[in-house]
């Protein structure tokens, strides 16, 4: 798919927009999102699924949950897969219907279950089968059923990093494939569950279809079973997955392979299909923006020190994850360094003996494939400001998210009252 981030007259642009406008704009570390680029992404997704006849898209809010991001997706189609109240909220305030959106997660809270039958969303997905009675109790004592599915563990390898695998047995999501049958048949006879099918994801970033396959056959077998049992099965979550090319030599599966993938294993399934993609929609339309504060000699190579670091973008230190860097107005010239950022840790480093774009203090440069699981995932740690967000749209920018200084998280701060009155006191008159 194109992307609409290219070097024009020297100077890498996201649409028309070069980006040191947007650093002198808004200042760096950012996140910079292109609008073009969340379309085509939510458009491909659906076009790759054309030959689905029934379904659902409901995008991973947790890969991005930024207002106009969601806003701009609300407007192609999408409802919501969200893990949280707070993700419920995020969804609502972008004008997704509430029947749009699918809770996922395996520790909802019974005020989260309670705010979303308040809401009247969509789908429950079931972690558990306690979930589901107490689920059934709440919506029952209001007159109403709560429309909802059971989260199966397939115990399949997606063979993806072991922190984003999730349904192999050994991890907390879903119930066992085996137990499936039974408690679906308990679940099924309580009033205030309208239960109606199936769920399951195994995992982010999967980069074969052959573990996704292997899995939905699984389901599929489930299905016809449970049908054969007497359960109307009218719908199947099928969740995310799709994985992107962080590396510009990996190849990943096209939504075009994946949608004839679940055509052709769900084509005797007769019921209506959700999906979950999170990443595949936002993580290629989204940079982060940072400015080279020093070069500094290293061991063996030097160390690129950047504005950014694991507070703003947490993938590389969490999974060891890769984020192409590219130079804002690159010379051509190239260079062998480590790139890291300003946290104290020596974790906070983005990349080790990396071939890259040759910088200089002063330059900007970007990280790519950021838009998903980047700035959700930042926090203040180091008391560092709480990285922004924009927007463009063809020669047009916007600050979408505002930077959370570290005096407005002192403000949000309070001393207990007994230490506001010791506080008063300096320690050499106590
Ligand atoms: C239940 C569920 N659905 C959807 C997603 C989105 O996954 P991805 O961003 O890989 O498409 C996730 C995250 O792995 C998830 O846990
Ligand atoms: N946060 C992970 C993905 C987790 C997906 C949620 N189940 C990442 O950055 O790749």
């Known amino acids: 798919m194109p992307l609409p981030f290219d070097c024009r007259d020297g100077v890498l642009h996201v649409e028309d927009v070069p980006l040191p406008a947007i650093a002198a704009a808004v200042g760096t570390p950012t996140y910079v999102y292109s609008t073009a680029a969340l379309r085509a992404s939510a458009r491909a997704f659906r076009a790759g699924l054309a030959a689905v006849p029934r379904k659902q898209l409901a995008f991973a809010v947790k890969a991005n949950p930024n207002l106009a991001v969601l806003t701009l997706l609300a407007a192609e189609g999408y409802g919501a897969d969200i893990?949280?109240?707070?993700?419920?909220?995020?969804?609502?305030a972008a004008g997704m219907p509430a029947r749009s959106l699918i809770f996922s997660g395996v520790g909802k809270t019974r005020r989260e279950l309670a705010a979303a039958l308040d809401a009247g969303i969509g789908q429950f997905n079931l972690e558990l089968e306690e979930e589901g009675v107490v689920l059934a109790a709440m919506a029952a004592a209001r007159g109403e059923r709560a429309p909802a599915v059971l989260r199966v563990n397939p115990d399949v390898d997606a063979g993806t990093h072991a922190k984003i695998s999730t349904g192999r047995k050994q991890n907390k999501f879903g119930v066992a494939i085996a137990d499936a049958g039974a408690i679906y048949a308990r679940l099924a006879t309580l009033h205030g569950l309208d239960l109606r099918g199936i769920a399951i994801h195994i995992g982010s970033q999967l980069s074969d279809l052959g573990p996704?396959?292997?899995?939905?056959?699984?389901?599929?077998?489930?299905v016809a079973e449970l049908r054969a049992a007497g359960h109307a099965i009218t719908h199947v979550d099928l969740g995310g997955g799709?994985?992107?090319?962080?590396?510009?030599?990996?190849?990943?599966?096209?939504p075009a392979a994946y949608g004839a993938m679940v055509a052709r294993v769900t084509r005797?399934?007769?019921?209506?299909?959700?999906?979950?993609?999170?990443?595949?929609?936002?993580g290629d339309a989204g940079v982060l923006l940072t400015e080279v504060l020093w070069v500094k000699p290293g061991a063996v190579d030097p160390y690129v020190i950047v504005d950014a670091a694991m507070n703003d973008l947490a993938?590389?230190?969490?999974?060891?994850?890769?984020?192409?860097?590219?130079?804002?107005?690159?010379?051509?010239?190239?260079?062998?360094?480590?790139i890291a950022?300003?946290?104290c840790e020596?974790?906070?480093?983005?990349?080790?003996?990396?071939?890259?774009?040759?910088?200089?203090?002063?330059?900007?440069?970007?990280?790519?494939?950021?838009?998903?699981?980047?700035?959700?995932?930042?926090?203040?740690?180091?008391?560092?400001?709480?990285?922004?967000?924009?927007?463009?749209?063809?020669?047009r920018f916007a600050l979408v998210a505002d930077r959370i200084t570290p005096?407005?998280?002192?403000?949000?701060?309070?001393?207990?009252?007994?230490?506001?009155?010791?506080?008063?006191?300096?320690r050499e008159a106590a």
Do not use: K
Request: charged share 20%.
């Open 268 to 282: 005797d399934w007769d019921v209506t299909l959700l999906f979950e993609p999170g990443r595949f929609i936002a």
């Open 346 to 395: 020596s974790g906070d480093t983005f990349a080790m003996g990396r071939d890259i774009d040759d910088v200089a203090a002063g330059d900007l440069a970007v990280f790519r494939t950021a838009g998903a699981y980047g700035a959700t995932m930042a926090s203040t740690y180091n008391c560092r400001a709480l990285v922004p967000e924009v927007l463009v749209d063809g020669d």
């Open 212 to 222: 996704l396959e292997a899995a939905y056959a699984r389901i599929g077998r489930l």
């Open 242 to 254: 799709l994985g992107l090319a962080y590396r510009p030599e990996e190849v990943m599966p096209s």
């Open 315 to 338: 993938r590389p230190a969490l999974y060891d994850a890769y984020h192409d860097f590219v130079a804002v107005r690159p010379s051509g010239a190239r260079m062998t360094a480590n």
């Open 407 to 426: 005096a407005a998280m002192l403000a949000a701060q309070h001393l207990s009252p007994w230490m506001a009155d010791e506080a008063a006191v300096p």
């Open 341 to 343: 950022g300003p946290v």
């Open 83 to 92: 893990v949280s109240a707070g993700e419920m909220l995020h969804a609502l």
